[in-house]
């Protein structure tokens, strides 16, 4: 298996085949990625503002959430502090 490029302490917006989240990688298991500090983002809004200024339109704080890698679509550093609120 090839090394992930998903190192623990690295946070990522993750978008997959049916979802978003944001999150800090804790661990990975095989092909699970373990996130805690977990956001279900429901609208990213504009999505370049997103990724550069960390503003989401909607945003629902999950906690812990596992993430097959298998349904990821792609990824992007997330250089924000993570959401702690709904919004």
Do not use: C
């Amino acid at each position: 298996m090839k090394p992930s490029p998903f190192k623990v302490g690295g946070k990522f917006f993750i978008r997959t085949v049916t979802y978003h989240l944001v999150g800090e990688v804790v661990e990975v298991v095989g092909s699970f990625i373990v996130l805690k500090d977990a956001s279900w983002v429901a609208n990213s809004g504009r999505f370049s503002q997103a990724i550069k200024d960390g503003i989401l339109d909607e945003v629902e704080p999950v906690g812990d959430a596992l993430v097959n890698m298998e349904s990821i679509t792609d990824s992007f550093p997330w250089v924000h502090a993570l959401p702690d609120s709904q919004k």
